[in-house]
């Protein structure tokens, strides 16, 4: 079974500066999707962003980039310029490309972000 | 175009009694999928439906159960409700064939349990 682990419950990162968020995994397959999510209090979860485990260049959007490690099974996410609007819950989750299971996200249990003005 | 709606967004409900969600998804998509999220357990998967078919079932009694109807609408039930069932239940829509859906979320309905 596929386990996501997210080994920081909570963090806090000034205002403008740079912050990184752990999440590790545990998987037996060659061809799956990475994700990182925000769920800002009471709001609904959105898509940051996503990196295809076949791809080796890192995903980027915007001021949020992951640092993807296939071998060390390491899907870090770096928020630059912290804003205030980034105060969120942030989950990273994990889902197969194929097969049975290939809808499925499973999720770590989340990292709380506070950003101080 | 008009995002996951998820109805009721709050509702109270006491031990033994049951209870039926319900999520509308992105016009056009066919898979919605359900989660349960909790303080202690986090997000987990429930089910997920595909063109009126349950494709994938999570680790979860019998008691929750769910539908999908012929517009890709669906419902999640709870029957004989229990206080651990009290939570955030998340439904998310994708285009649902492929291998590359981004599934996105609806706001939630909050269940509690008395």
């Known amino acids: 079974a596929q386990t996501v682990t997210q080994s920081q419950p909570e963090m806090s990162v000034q205002e403008a500066e740079t912050v990184t968020l752990s999440c590790t995994y545990d998987?037996?397959?060659?061809?799956?999707?990475l994700f990182w999510y925000k769920q800002p209090p009471s709001r609904q979860m959105i898509l940051v962003i996503r990196q295809e485990a076949y791809k080796q260049q890192n995903a980027t959007e915007n001021r949020f980039s992951v640092n993807f490690q296939k071998a060390a099974k390491s899907f870090s996410l770096k928020i630059s310029d912290s804003q205030l609007g980034d105060a969120a819950m942030y989950f990273c989750?994990?889902?197969?490309?194929?097969?049975?299971?290939?809808?499925?996200?499973?999720f770590g249990k989340g990292t709380k972000l506070s950003v101080i003005p | 175009k008009a995002g996951v709606t998820q109805t009721p967004r709050y509702l109270i409900k006491t031990r033994g009694q049951q209870v039926t969600l319900s999520c509308s998804p992105i016009s056009g998509h066919r898979s919605v999928s359900w989660y349960q999220q909790t303080p202690g357990q986090g997000l987990q998967f429930l089910f997920e439906y595909f063109s009126e078919t349950q494709r994938n079932k999570g680790n979860f009694p019998g008691r929750f159960s769910g539908r999908q109807f012929s517009n890709s609408r669906s419902e999640m039930n709870v029957s004989t409700l229990e206080l651990g069932d009290s939570a955030l239940y998340l439904c998310?829509?994708?285009?649902?064939?492929?291998?590359?859906?981004?599934?996105?979320f609806g706001p939630g309905t909050r269940l509690t349990v008395l």
């Open positions: 998987t037996s397959e060659s061809d799956y999707y």
């Open positions: 998310a829509s994708s285009l649902g064939g492929g291998r590359d859906n981004e599934q996105f």
């Open positions: 989750a994990y889902r197969k490309a194929r097969g049975a299971g290939s809808y499925q996200l499973t």
